[in-house]
């Protein structure tokens, strides 16, 4: 039965580990489509792989299946769990790791995955993702249903986003909330918690004034804002790298001006 | 339909800038057999990609679909194109990054994709690989033909790449045109344009003397020059690294000295 | 006809090489399902390489075909071969690449490739993964039988894995064989050569006593030892790298303490 998995975890590329999971899933059913969305996740950093797999999942087709891990409570008694929605399933630990893509994907139901015998016999206490979620994840790409796998749920566990403040002098602070491949800074801000046709803008980060938001990067010379291609906007460097050039890292500050003299 | 999509791009693995533009093809072809040449082109480095792209071409089966996306000029005005050879289709910007590919492999027809109607809804203007280029592809994949896309051009941008240079005094001048993973110093110079049957044949690399041409990286100790998998000259150092051994980058000039005594 | 082909290989990802490897095959067998296990063995390791084949190659499904390539010896007249075992088939270099994979999982027959018949018309000196393994791989996966290939071996290189010692005074050494991307110290130990139900036993590495095997990583803080997904003891840092905390590197000592008083 073809089918399309995801993965989205923090294992890296140079160990056997994302390999193992791709044979355990093979085993299960050989007709499935295995897809990388990442294996570099940084090692234990459950924001930086929720965010990944909200900005993936959206462009899968319907019925694709998300597998996600990063896990570093494994072995203990922390849930995995398994989510179906509209549009997809999401399986992984219940650490907040699926919870911005429910949250803009909301799921119709959520089992807590207990049942064992869809696991590999003996699963280790250290590796989940192979032992238990791959062959889940296999099964449910065969078509056994989600209530087979455990009871359903509702208190899985949901990570807050941060938000942008709005003062009442009229700025906005956000943050950058994550640095991607090119240096461009992410901010938590959207282009429709701005102003709407201010006199002029600008935005403050590491005490340099970026000027005005430009409509793509090739727009301007050196420091720039500009909305990125999941909807928030960027700080980035034309030609260049902006984490670099404003020695800036997540949780940087981002002042949204706008001057109205 | 079952066929060939490569990737050669400059997005790295650790975003969802990869997996999404994999989503959005599925989403349009779901039989599509997809195929990592690389995403890690150094950022914005069009040389690079259009290097990467024309060494892995040649070795896909006939009908193979190449998308490469190096593209610092997203957004602008500079034009998307799509080229069809006798053995495959290349797609990306007009920037030279399909130049060098080209020009091994020239095109019966090359198109700028201006048909909207092939595009995702409401394209970005920071990612238009994701936008328009995969699902793009994804149509050509399922059998829409190159004169949908927009208006057959012949003026798309061929980058000059670069040329060994002989001297009077015999001496030919060759240059360091990439440095692949194992630190080999990959030079622009073909053996055919070497001096046929010398006595003597030497490089000077860095100050130093690299003898004659070996045949294959072990028949040396320490630095040796072989013609490489693409057929070009390269330095390389038995079991180590050339590039970091000679601190040598791109640009670095290789003389060939022929002995004539 | 359907099959999978893995790769485990030190070519990186930044070059033309992996690619060209996976379009060779597609060209003789589109309908293989290629497979990744790691491009980032680091170059000319074998030792390592023959670790992750090992590693990875169980959690495959029977038939699968593991084509390996860490290979500084390209060119010269080092073999290259081909193994089936009752599971699954293993190609690469003689050079004891595959020979952890064999010894766990042990051939029925191995043969040297020789046969010109199946590989790229004129293959390179340097880059027989290209031009002889991928192709032989290929037609492997369509049926051809192994003894098609070249003549049968039985003096195959095997590479001598490392081994805990037992002292005299109760004592175990044990050496770290490889790190992994989070930092965990992978060592020679494994479980059963520990003194079972121990009233203590703790672990000393790089001056630093480890107490107690933990079932999990979350189970301590800082430091801790646990069997880890490949059944060896692991030393780790609870949300951390250990490699990082305690300047451990391949070969350093890990001394097993089994306290009786």
Same mark, same amino acid.
């Given at each position: 039965?073809?089918?399309?998995?995801?993965?989205?975890?923090?294992?890296?590329?140079? !160990?056997?580990?994302?390999?193992?999971?791709?044979?355990?899933?093979?085993?299960?059913?050989?007709?499935?489509?295995?897809?990388?969305?990442?294996? =570099?996740?940084?090692?234990?950093?459950?924001?930086?792989?929720?965010?990944?797999?909200?900005? #993936? #999942?959206?462009?899968?087709?319907?019925?694709? /299946?998300?597998?996600? +891990?990063?896990?570093?409570?494994?072995?203990? !008694?922390?849930?995995?769990?398994?989510?179906?929605?509209?549009? $997809?399933?999401?399986?992984?630990?219940?650490?907040?790791?699926?919870?911005?893509?429910?949250?803009?994907?909301?799921?119709?139901?959520?089992?807590?995955?207990?049942?064992?015998?869809?696991?590999?016999?003996?699963?280790?206490?250290?590796?989940?993702?192979? =032992?238990?979620?791959?062959?889940?994840? &296999?099964?449910?790409?065969?078509?056994?249903?989600?209530? &087979? /796998?455990?009871?359903?749920?509702?208190?899985?566990?949901?990570?807050?986003?941060?938000?942008?403040? $709005?003062?009442?002098?009229?700025?906005?602070?956000?943050?950058?909330?994550?640095? !991607?491949?090119?240096?461009? /800074?992410?901010?938590?801000?959207?282009?429709?918690?701005?102003?709407?046709?201010?006199?002029? /803008?600008?935005?403050?980060?590491?005490?340099?004034?970026?000027?005005?938001?430009?409509?793509?990067?090739?727009?301007?010379?050196?420091?720039? #804002?500009?909305?990125?291609?999941?909807?928030?906007?960027?700080? #980035?460097?034309?030609?260049?790298? $902006?984490?670099?050039?404003?020695?800036?890292?997540?949780?940087?500050? +981002?002042?949204?001006?706008?001057?109205?003299?």
């Amino acid at each position: 039965m073809n089918s399309i998995i995801t993965f989205t975890t923090d294992f890296g590329q140079r !160990d056997a580990y994302a390999g193992a999971m791709k044979g355990v899933i093979l085993g299960v059913n050989p007709l499935t489509t295995l897809i990388d969305i990442t294996h =570099d996740v940084p090692p234990q950093d459950i924001t930086a792989g929720a965010m990944i797999l909200a900005d #993936a #999942a959206p462009y899968f087709p319907p019925g694709t /299946l998300h597998l996600a +891990v990063v896990d570093p409570g494994v072995g203990s !008694d922390r849930r995995l769990i398994a989510a179906r929605t509209s549009r $997809a399933v999401y399986i992984g630990p219940d650490n907040g790791l699926l919870s911005y893509a429910l949250v803009q994907d909301p799921p119709e139901i959520v089992v807590s995955i207990t049942e064992k015998r869809y696991w590999t016999p003996r699963p280790s206490s250290t590796f989940h993702g192979r =032992d238990i979620l791959a062959p889940v994840a &296999a099964h449910l790409s065969l078509g056994t249903p989600m209530e &087979a /796998l455990g009871p359903a749920i509702n208190d899985w566990i949901t990570m807050e986003a941060s938000q942008p403040v $709005a003062h009442s002098d009229g700025t906005i602070t956000g943050e950058v909330v994550r640095i !991607d491949h090119f240096g461009n /800074l992410i901010t938590n801000l959207r282009p429709e918690q701005l102003p709407a046709n201010p006199p002029a /803008l600008s935005f403050e980060v590491s005490g340099v004034l970026v000027n005005r938001l430009s409509r793509y990067y090739a727009e301007a010379d050196g420091l720039l #804002a500009v909305i990125g291609s999941s909807g928030y906007i960027e700080i #980035a460097m034309a030609g260049g790298n $902006a984490a670099l050039t404003l020695k800036a890292g997540v949780g940087q500050k +981002v002042v949204v001006i706008t001057h109205t003299d």
